[in-house]
């Protein structure tokens, strides 16, 4: 169900800025792209998220190509405490489905010393 | 304070048992959630009411019953408890929009079924 795709993993060393793509060729012209991340079984966070033009905030920033068909979040430096699994995520707009997050399988950042 | 609570965050017990989950939201929002993440980390939608409507209702067995009392609240049972609902459940909150939707989760409650 989930209508976007992601690396199953990727390391950063710690510092450094970390880019996580994602691909989401379906997407609808209204629909927003979210990010969320998972930290070793924590409940799901809220990262940024975005419709159309880049995005900004105190964790991370969101680059959405001009098509939208992808995006990339970066975490500007990386510190240990990111390494978590990162959740791009595209909802239905078709009804109540709107609420409908679906989350794949994520990606799994490892943060280096 | 905790924006979204659950309680147990710990649930141990026998097949066949009846348990039950609850959950909490301070952030005045109108939506509630209730999602399931198994043993290989897939998160999946169960249930979500508005306003203490069910809106959502995905493919899930009918011992799993959600009950909504107020906006706030929004609580899990399970009935006959089996093995293969080992998992965690997580609660989320969110305001309804047909825009923007932001869901905040809770901490989680792992349940294990022996």
């Known amino acids: 169900d989930a209508k976007t795709t992601q690396p199953p993993s990727m390391d950063c060393a710690e510092g450094r800025a970390a880019n996580l793509p994602c691909n989401h060729s379906?997407?609808?012209?209204?629909?927003?792209v979210y990010w969320y991340r998972q930290i070793h079984s924590q409940g799901p966070q809220y990262i940024i998220h975005?419709?159309?033009n880049n995005e900004t905030n105190e964790m991370a920033s969101l680059i959405i190509t001009e098509d939208r068909k992808s995006s990339t979040l970066i975490l500007p430096h990386a510190t240990l405490r990111d390494t978590a699994v990162y959740y791009c995520?595209?909802?239905?707009?078709?009804?109540?489905?709107?609420?409908?997050?679906?989350f794949g399988s994520g990606t799994k950042l490892n943060v280096k010393p | 304070d905790t924006a979204v609570s659950q309680t147990p965050k710990y649930l141990v017990t026998q097949m066949g048992n009846d348990k039950s989950i609850k959950c909490e939201q301070n952030?005045?929002?109108?939506?509630m959630y209730w999602y399931k993440q198994d043993s290989k980390k897939f998160l999946k939608i169960m249930f979500s009411?508005?306003?203490?409507?069910?809106?959502i209702n995905e493919t899930v067995p009918n011992r799993f019953s959600p009950k909504s009392p107020d906006k706030a609240h929004l609580n899990l049972h399970i009935n006959s408890l089996e093995l293969g609902d080992s998992a965690v459940y997580f609660c989320?909150?969110?305001?309804?929009?047909?825009?923007?939707?932001?869901?905040?989760f809770g901490a989680g409650t792992r349940l294990s079924v022996l």
């Open positions: 952030l005045g929002h109108d939506t």
């Open positions: 379906t997407i609808s012209g209204n629909e927003y």
């Open positions: 995520i595209v909802r239905d707009h078709d009804g109540w489905n709107f609420n409908k997050f679906y």
């Open positions: 975005g419709l159309k």
């Open positions: 009411y508005n306003n203490k409507e069910l809106i």
């Open positions: 989320a909150s969110s305001h309804s929009d047909m825009g923007e939707n932001i869901q905040y």
